[in-house]
């Protein structure tokens, strides 16, 4: 049976849908969204080490528990404003559909912790908006905790 499970990444809440099969298994609406944990955590340009571990713990605070609930998948799908400042972030066309692995996410993330530790965002060429940093830490937590092995991401 195919398993599938979407991530829309909004603004300031995100939905997780999970269907095996073409039925709904699990529906549920995150506390979590780009601007709302730019806004609480991210208040430097570029984010701070602090900043992004702050955020990291409070999106494995609402990612964690969906491990026990969530069928085991090799990849999620990435969509919403979130999916956008991403694609956007990395230069693809607007309409692209991009797949990472977990190792591709891991390594951008290397280089947001680069520049949130000092080196200049524009020799990393990263976006300075907190809400593309929010939604790397998101994306990451959700694969790490999650199991994933990689990830689609469409806008």
Aim: glycine share 6%; aromatic share 4%; proline share 6%.
């Amino acid at each position: 049976m195919t398993v599938h499970t979407t991530l829309h990444l909004g603004a300031d809440i995100s939905n997780i849908l999970c269907t095996e099969a073409g039925s709904v298994v699990l529906q549920q609406e995150l506390p979590l969204g780009t601007a709302s944990l730019a806004r609480q955590w991210m208040r430097h340009t570029p984010p701070t080490p602090l900043d992004i571990e702050h955020a990291i713990e409070q999106t494995e605070d609402v990612v964690m528990p969906l491990a026990a609930k969530l069928a085991r998948t090799e990849q999620l799908q990435l969509s919403g404003s979130g999916a956008a400042l991403i694609l956007q972030a990395v230069s693809a066309a607007p309409d692209a559909a991009l797949h990472w692995s977990l190792e591709e996410v891991e390594d951008l993330f290397n280089r947001i912790a680069m520049v949130s530790q000092g080196r200049p965002s524009g020799q990393e060429a990263l976006p300075t908006a907190p809400e593309f940093y929010a939604a790397m830490v998101i994306l990451r937590e959700c694969l790490h905790h999650l199991r994933f092995d990689g990830v689609m991401l469409r806008a």
